[in-house]
């Protein structure tokens, strides 16, 4: 009896003693995307970040440097979770993840934007910016940036940055200079009324089609080429199935960044000023890093002997520029007049 006594006395001593560690480990545990603003000031708060693109391109650069400096900057009250190569969503599924804060970051390309806001087609025109710098003034002035990252407030979502990656070029398998070339071509393009439009213009196939899905189509024929930045198709080894790639700078690809409105204004204001403070470092980065990774790759694709590089004339680029503009009068109602007129109005 004092046997089976002392036993039970030891049992219960034990069931106490894990209890105690469970309430430790779980008081002690990090709180993840909406909760964060709630918690105790020593929560780690978790912020998960997703984009589609590999490490090595300017976008996935610019991943790993705001996670370092938000980390950094915040004394490791955040930590940045970042998801590269669509290992959580496809872009076509990143912004309703974002909307129900499954997770809490996202740099969807402009044409994803489209889907609710048809509006932000204006970054799918052809050739409707110069160059880099004529983005950044459109992104920075209030009839432009202004009015389109205003609009995402109505769906819970709130845009913080514009990161470059470049201007597209277009490759194919079948030589392009002029737009007779194009004529039957059956061309990748993300999911874009206007850039199906662009390449329906000039009589090529367009064939909406995932970001990772492209190489295997590809490589087996599926499509005869695309249009990406040179930083794309080098880390997808787009070049090495691939004949020619003509530098066109035809169209601007460019990432919104945009969290979960609730999420970000639901955190500590030392917390999101800190993050706000990492953004705007690694935005003004991306700007020049773009630029140096698009002209680093190009030269590895040169070196690389498998892909031949076209250079247009003046004349040759003018009549693209031609041939495929000719669908701005198309698009006015659906993107506005005004946002056309003023993105025309930078050159």
């Known amino acids: ?187 990748r393009v993300m999911s874009s009324k206007v850039l199906e439009a662009q390449f329906k213009s000039v009589g090529a196939n367009p064939t909406p089609m995932a970001f990772g899905e492209v190489y295997s189509a590809l490589e087996q024929g599926v499509i005869d080429g695309g249009e990406n930045t040179i930083s794309n198709v080098y880390s997808q080894k787009m070049h090495e199935v691939q004949k020619y790639i003509t530098m066109s700078n035809h169209g601007y690809l460019g990432y919104a960044v945009i969290t979960n409105s609730d999420f970000w204004n639901g955190l500590p204001e030392d917390v999101r000023t800190q993050l706000q403070k990492a953004l705007d470092e690694t935005t003004a980065w991306v700007r020049d890093n773009s630029k140096r990774v698009n002209d680093e790759q190009l030269a590895e694709i040169k070196a690389s002997g498998k892909t031949e590089i076209i250079e247009l004339s003046e004349e040759e680029r003018q009549a693209w520029v031609d041939a495929m503009t000719v669908i701005y009068s198309e698009f006015e109602g659906e993107i506005g007049k005004d946002l056309i007129d003023a993105a025309k109005a930078l050159w």
Not at 112 to 121: F, R
């Open 1 to 187: 009896m004092k046997k089976w006594l002392m036993m039970m006395l030891a049992a219960v001593l034990m069931v106490g003693i894990l209890a105690g560690c469970g309430a430790r480990s779980q008081q002690s545990t990090s709180k993840e995307g909406g909760e964060a603003g709630g918690g105790a000031s020593d929560e780690k708060i978790i912020i998960k970040f997703s984009h589609v693109v590999a490490e090595n391109t300017p976008k996935g650069q610019a991943a790993e440097m705001f996670k370092q400096l938000a980390e950094e900057y915040t004394n490791g009250k955040v930590e940045i979770q970042v998801f590269p190569n669509s290992q959580l969503y496809k872009d076509e599924d990143v912004l309703a993840a974002v909307q129900q804060n499954n997770v809490q970051l996202a740099a969807p390309s402009t044409s994803v934007v489209t889907k609710l806001y048809p509006q932000w087609t204006l970054f799918d025109l052809p050739f409707i910016f110069k160059d880099e710098a004529g983005v950044q003034a459109a992104m920075e002035s209030p009839e432009i940036g202004g009015k389109l990252f205003t609009m995402l407030e109505e769906q819970n979502l709130l845009g913080l940055a514009m990161w470059d990656n470049g201007f597209k070029q277009t490759h194919s398998n079948k030589k392009i200079v002029a737009p007779a070339d194009f004529k039957g071509q059956k061309l």
